[in-house]
């Protein structure tokens, strides 16, 4: 199923998801506003990965929260993250990582800044919203446009700075490493497939 | 790439440790797939039939439950403290909506399933659920490699958490401490060269040679940039 380097890659990106969402990382109001950019986890693994190894390393990372590790943002963990009102989310970021990473490799070998943005755009949000915030209506009892206004309000400004941020961070990644998704190193080197960095 | 220098033990980023509490309760010595399966009952019930006699029960539950594992109140209350939020708003919403009761049985049965899960995890050690899942894995093809993942990745987090710390202070010595980006890049790079050795060192130790070998791209021309 997946080789050595494979596996290897899995377990950073999980690991890289768990560190995200430590306090520190992005703190423009000191650390005791708890912001953090975990959701940047999901993205980048699907943008520089491929669906394939993005969506384990997704499944990976909300293993180890269920075994009992405290790797959520905010020092959540365990089981009870998959039965909150939340739970919709963290299923999504599974959803999610795949939609982006099958979206970008849909056009290889062309990889450009604006389709990997749009792909983390439609996954990192779109599908993660979707899968969210009907969960977060069930769980609440609330009705649909209730909960979509309250997740949109209170997520949607962060989410958009993550999917510029993980845009730039994925092309830098994919000019440090251009072997990383089969297929696009045959035109990495080409001017114009890539954006000055 | 900025960042290089000795390596100092992570001062914001800190590895986690689980959240099991110790104990010697009949919670605590119960087996771990026992837990799981009673967790998943009781869930499912509760969100099923979601009345208030289910809910009264489920209390109930909660309260045996945590004094039996003799769980500190400080620690209960952490569980559900990440639902506050949604409490407050919950409330008053649901029983100006739909009535005191409904707003009753939807906040206690969403308070009941996070405590009652939260007490499963607080009663296990994350070694032994680590252990159970690798157990469970075993069974599916391809899960005994999920598992070594698992382990990588644990260990992934104490190697990740090092790389942020220093490309926080190359970035703070930039004079770039607002940009996320300046952050987030070189810890994802540095976090792939990681890999590749990770991977090689995998490789030598065997973990390819049962698979049949696909002409992968990037066998042979593995170099290692940067």
Redesign the interface.
């Known amino acids: 199923?997946?080789?050595?380097?494979?596996?290897?890659?899995?377990?950073?990106f999980?690991?890289?998801t768990?560190?995200?969402g430590?306090?520190?990382?992005?703190s423009?109001f000191g650390a005791s506003v708890p912001i953090t950019?975990q959701s940047?986890g999901p993205m980048?693994a699907g943008a520089?990965l491929g669906w394939k190894r993005a969506t384990?390393s997704a499944?990976?990372?909300l293993?180890?929260v269920?075994?009992?590790?405290?790797?959520l943002a905010?020092?959540?963990?365990?089981?009870?993250?998959?039965?909150?009102?939340s739970a919709g989310y963290l299923f999504g970021w599974i959803a999610g990582t795949a939609v982006i990473g099958a979206l970008v490799q849909a056009r290889l070998p062309r990889f450009t800044w604006w389709w990997t943005a749009v792909s983390i755009l439609i996954g990192g949000i779109g599908v993660v919203y979707l899968l969210g915030v009907p969960v977060l209506a069930m769980?609440?009892?609330?009705d649909g446009l209730m909960a979509t206004a309250a997740a949109a309000a209170v997520y949607l400004p962060g989410d958009l700075?993550k999917v510029v941020?993980a845009t730039?961070?994925a092309v830098?990644?994919h000019r440090?490493?251009p072997?990383?998704l089969?297929?696009l190193?045959a035109r990495v080197s080409q001017p114009g497939s890539l954006p000055p960095a | 790439m900025a960042g290089r220098g000795r390596v100092r033990p992570p001062a914001?980023?800190?590895i986690?440790?689980?959240?099991?509490h110790p104990g010697s309760s009949v919670l605590h010595r119960l087996p771990v797939g026992a837990k799981l399966v009673a967790?998943l009952v009781t869930?499912s019930m509760l969100?099923l039939l979601r009345s208030g006699a289910v809910v009264l029960a489920g209390a109930l539950i909660v309260v045996a439950g945590y004094a039996l594992a003799r769980i500190p109140p400080r620690l209960a209350l952490a569980?559900a403290w990440?639902?506050r939020w949604?409490v407050l708003i919950?409330i008053p919403?649901?029983a100006w909506l739909?009535g005191w009761q409904?707003a009753a049985v939807?906040v206690g049965t969403?308070l009941i399933?996070?405590?009652l899960?939260?007490l499963?995890?607080?009663t296990?050690?994350?070694a032994d659920?680590?252990a159970w899942?690798d157990r469970a894995l075993g069974r599916l093809?391809?899960g005994a490699?999920?598992s070594?993942?698992?382990v990588?990745?644990?260990?992934?987090?104490a190697?990740?958490?090092v790389l942020?710390q220093q490309a926080?202070e190359a970035r703070m010595a930039r004079g770039m401490q607002?940009s996320?980006?300046a952050?987030?890049?070189p810890?994802?790079?540095r976090?792939?060269g990681?890999?590749?050795g990770?991977?090689?060192a995998?490789?030598a130790r065997g973990?390819?040679d049962d698979?049949p070998d696909p002409p992968?791209?990037?066998r042979g021309?593995?170099v290692r940039?940067?």
């Open positions: 199923m997946f080789k050595a380097r494979d596996a290897a890659l899995i377990a950073m999980a690991a890289l768990a560190v995200l430590l306090p520190g990382a992005l423009p950019l940047l980048l520089i384990a499944i990976v990372f293993l180890l269920a075994i009992g590790l405290p790797l905010g020092g959540r963990g365990g089981l009870g993250v998959f039965v909150g009102p769980v609440t009892k609330t700075v941020i730039t961070v830098g990644v440090a490493y072997d990383l089969p297929g190193r | 914001v980023w800190s986690p440790v689980g959240i099991y967790l869930t969100v569980q990440p639902l949604f919950l919403t649901q739909a409904t939807v969403m399933t996070v405590l899960a939260g499963v995890t607080l296990t050690r994350t659920l680590l899942t093809p391809g490699m999920i070594l993942i698992l990588l990745a644990i260990r992934a987090i190697v990740l958490s942020l926080h607002w996320a980006r952050l987030v890049t810890v994802v790079i976090s792939i990681y890999a590749h990770l991977g090689e995998l490789m973990l390819d698979a992968a791209a990037g021309r593995r940039r940067g």
